[in-house]
């Protein structure tokens, strides 16, 4: 009995495990409703690969400076428009709590302001 039950609670937390993506939008979604802003510049945009896009990002919080990244992909508004970014100005949503953790867009938030087209 024992066992079945272990076994039970085993296969409904693995049903239940978020995906990678999943949890990476939530992650954008926190950030955007409860994150502070700060001022931020973008240092470029990189393809690895052809099916990711990604926004490297320079930001500071309380005299420490960052450097992050940031998969726009699942942005595909951002994604299309992200050529000529690189060196503009940018609104970055961080973490009060752990300012490594930040954003310059999300589904219903964008910190780049200008956009080439």
């Not at 990678?20 to 990189?46: D, K, M, N």
């Not at 595909?76 to 949503?93: D, E, R």
Request: charge should be positive; proline fraction near 4%.
């Amino acid at each position: 009995m024992t066992v079945a039950g272990a076994w039970v609670i085993i296969r409904v937390r693995r049903w239940r495990r978020k995906s990678p993506e999943e949890i990476e939008r939530q992650r954008r979604w926190g950030l955007s409703r409860h994150g502070r802003i700060t001022a931020g510049h973008i240092l470029e945009v990189v393809e690895p690969d052809r099916s990711r896009k990604l926004v490297l990002y320079q930001y500071e919080v309380a005299g420490v400076s960052y450097e992050a990244a940031q998969d726009i992909s699942a942005l595909p508004g951002l994604a299309s428009n992200s050529h000529g970014l690189a060196g503009q100005a940018a609104s970055v949503k961080y973490d009060p709590k752990r300012p490594t953790n930040s954003i310059v867009a999300g589904e219903d938030w964008s910190g780049i302001t200008t956009l080439s087209d």
